[in-house]
Structure formats: structure tokens, C-alpha cells
């Protein structure tokens, strides 16, 4: 028998239902309904599991069973306007052992790496959506370590320079700081920041770096 994957499922006050598989940060995606949500997230499995294998994890992720929703909660505007999870799942409200912290980091540390990897790889200018909207890489690459850097580093107590994210060592510095932050947050307890919890940091920190790398393989030109 393989253990399920554990999921919750948000739901927005108006039009948006988000997915999330929190024991794998980053893996959350959403759609109108629940059972949209959850067909788009296992749809996005095979990419999921390109994380888990940077994080030397392929093994315990390809022995993963199905979904299966564990916890339902009402989610806020960020779950509408963003189809992204703004509330912890109950089992991030805790404490995290060490083992766990580490299991955890990895994964974020593979989401760094992804974005990274995808970041160098895809054509400057990416495909425009239907109503010639979209950032280019360098805006959307930009945005993302700009909003870790600024927003949720400080969250675990790490402040670097707002232009980090342009030297790739100053950037691996800042990066191994959040890394140590979270393992002193959660030696202390679950809390990160004011509201935060540490598991749900990581997953945020995760989810925000994975969908922005998907969103710029979907949108490469390179191979057009």
C-alpha cells in the first residue's frame, strides 16, 4: 500500500478553488471548482516530480499514491484574484522535527534551483497571452527573487540588498540565509513573521518560485 498524497483544498469567496499538496511545497494549483483544481494538479505530477528529484526525493515522490483531500478551508481574496493559497493547512500550524525542516528545505532549494535552470534556458521575449499581455523573462525573473527578497526573507529575519537577485553569489548568500532563518524559526516554534507559519513560508516561498518557472516554460519561444 503507498500513502495518499494529502491535499487541501481553499476555496475562494467567489471564483477560484486552489489545490494544495503541502507535504511537497510548491506543488498548488487551482482552477473554478474543486474538482478542477484537483484534475490540474495531478495533471502537473510529472513536472512536480522534476522538483522532488533535485531534492533527491524521486524515489519517495514516484511511491506517492493518489490525492486525497484531508482538510477543507475558506480561503480570502488572494485565493480569487491570484488563485493562490493564502491560509496554512492544519498540519503547517506545527512545529516541524528536524528531519522534517531539512526534507522541507531541500524542496525549496530545489524550487530556487528550477527557476534558475528555467530562467537561463527561455527565450528573452516569451509568448504573449491573448490579450498581448505578459512579462518578459527578466521582468517576471526580476519579480520573483525581488519579492523573497524584500517581502518574505524578512519574514525569517534575513535582510539582503534589493539587488541580490543580480550576482549569483550575493544570491546563494541570501539564499542560505533564508535556509538557516527557517531551521532557527522552527527550532523555536511554528511561527515565521505574524502570521506565517514556517512550513507555510516554505510552501509559499515554493509555490511562487514553480509557478512563474511554469509559467515561463509555458510561454518559451525558443522552441517555437
Known amino acids: 500500500m503507498t500513502d495518499p498524497i494529502r491535499v487541501m483544498i481553499e476555496r475562494g469567496k467567489k471564483k477560484r478553488v486552489v489545490a494544495v499538496a503541502f507535504d511537497w511545497p510548491g506543488w498548488d494549483r487551482s482552477a473554478k471548482t474543486e474538482e478542477g483544481a484537483l484534475q490540474v494538479l495531478d495533471a502537473y505530477r510529472p513536472r512536480y516530480a522534476k522538483v522532488a528529484a533535485l531534492a533527491g526525493l524521486a524515489d519517495e515522490f514516484a511511491a506517492a499514491g493518489e490525492l486525497a483531500v484531508v482538510q477543507r478551508v475558506e480561503g480570502n481574496g488572494m485565493t480569487d484574484?491570484?488563485?493562490?493559497?493564502?491560509?496554512?493547512?492544519?498540519?503547517?500550524?506545527?512545529?516541524?522535527?528536524?528531519?522534517?525542516?531539512?526534507?522541507?528545505?531541500?524542496?525549496?532549494?530545489?524550487?530556487?534551483?528550477?527557476?534558475?535552470?528555467?530562467?537561463?534556458?527561455?527565450?528573452?521575449?516569451?509568448?504573449e497571452g491573448p490579450r498581448g499581455g505578459g512579462r518578459s523573462r527578466d521582468t517576471i525573473v526580476r519579480h520573483v527573487n525581488g519579492t523573497e527578497i524584500q517581502e518574505n526573507g524578512r519574514k525569517v529575519g534575513v535582510r539582503s540588498s534589493h539587488d541580490a537577485w543580480k550576482d549569483p553569489d550575493t544570491l546563494r548568500a541570501h539564499r542560505d540565509a533564508i535556509c538557516a532563518g527557517i531551521r532557527e524559526f522552527n527550532a523555536i516554534g511554528p511561527a515565521a513573521g505574524s502570521w506565517w507559519t514556517v512550513q507555510f513560508f516554505i510552501r509559499r516561498c515554493a509555490w511562487h518560485m514553480l509557478d512563474h518557472a511554469w509559467e515561463m516554460e509555458h510561454r518559451d519561444l525558443s522552441s517555437s
Open 81 to 127: 484574484y491570484y488563485g493562490l493559497s493564502g491560509r496554512p493547512a492544519e498540519p503547517e500550524l506545527h512545529q516541524m522535527s528536524e528531519a522534517e525542516c531539512e526534507r522541507k528545505i531541500a524542496l525549496l532549494q530545489a524550487a530556487w534551483t528550477y527557476f534558475d535552470d528555467v530562467a537561463a534556458r527561455v527565450s528573452p521575449q516569451l509568448r
